[in-house]
């Protein structure tokens, strides 16, 4: 199991924040215990300063173990994020909190999220089920782009929606005979999914290149079918892709353009 660690500070990829990345350095160590003895399984070392305030060790698949956290320079965070890649496990202080992070959850990006392409209302599943490797939203925005701290939390909604993974292909992923033509690979999670998003926009913007991304992002917002509750949430956004209705949507959407009166110069 893979445990990841956020404190708030600046980020690397942000070059708006002078100077960027994180100004302290913490340490991180994994000890197994066994009995009243313990011994390091796992350790995070690494200088954190002018690098992304991010952190991450490994556990092994069982055992009961605990982390300690040394503050090596600067001063300490006030707010520290984990992330444990593994439902199936047990850990003291689990509020079930958001899982988004980065660039899932800036302002304009969409985040999206994943649904086997079997478990749809194609092959007779409805409401599509959400594939675990789902990022939950709700994660808050503390910082402005420049670095510094907001007067209030922000909180966006991501995932905007859910796309399949899953997708067949010739190399990559696992292999598996869920088609009748035949055994192939098999790409699954967030990452099979957002290309297959991406896909229905290029379509999208096929059949009307006016459309603005904000205005895609509307389209298949609104003619997504919901998953979970009406509407958004954080756990599905507002629902799966319906590729038809989202480019039937964008081939009628009508662009409104005001013009500033027109005045006859002097002649």
């Not at 660690?5 to 708006?16: L, P």
């Not at 001063?75 to 199936?88: E, G, H, M, Q, Y």
């Not at 379509?203 to 603005?212: D, F, K, R, V």
Request: charged fraction near 20%.
């Amino acid at each position: 199991m893979i445990l990841g660690f956020f404190c708030n500070g600046k980020i690397v990829s942000n070059r708006s924040m002078a100077p960027p990345g994180a100004s302290r350095d913490l340490n991180l160590i994994v000890w197994q215990l066994s009995g009243s003895n313990r011994k390091v399984v796992d350790q995070d070392l690494d200088i954190d300063i002018g690098v992304d305030p991010y952190a991450m060790v490994f556990l092994p698949a069982a055992g009961s173990f605990e982390i300690s956290m040394t503050l090596c320079n600067g001063t300490a965070p006030s707010l520290i994020k984990w992330i444990a890649d593994d439902d199936a496990v047990t850990i003291e202080g689990n509020v079930s909190s958001s899982t988004v992070i980065a660039q899932q959850n800036a302002e304009y990006t969409a985040g999206v999220g994943a649904a086997f392409f079997r478990e749809t209302p194609r092959f007779g599943v409805s409401p599509p089920n959400r594939e675990d490797s789902t990022s939950q939203g709700g994660t808050r925005i503390l910082f402005e782009a420049d670095g510094t701290r907001k007067p209030a939390s922000e909180v966006r909604e991501q995932p905007r929606f859910v796309a399949p993974d899953g997708c067949i292909n010739t190399f990559f992923g696992r292999e598996r005979d869920y088609e009748p033509n035949g055994q192939g690979f098999y790409f699954f999670g967030t990452s099979a999914a957002a290309p297959n998003a991406a896909a229905v926009a290029i379509l999208m913007l096929q059949a009307n290149p006016t459309l603005t991304p904000l205005q895609v992002y509307s389209i298949l917002q609104k003619t997504a079918i919901d998953m979970n509750t009406g509407g958004f949430d954080f756990d599905t956004g507002y629902g799966y892709i319906d590729a038809n209705a989202a480019v039937r949507t964008a081939l009628n959407f009508a662009v409104v353009i005001k013009h500033k009166p027109y005045k006859r110069p002097n002649l």
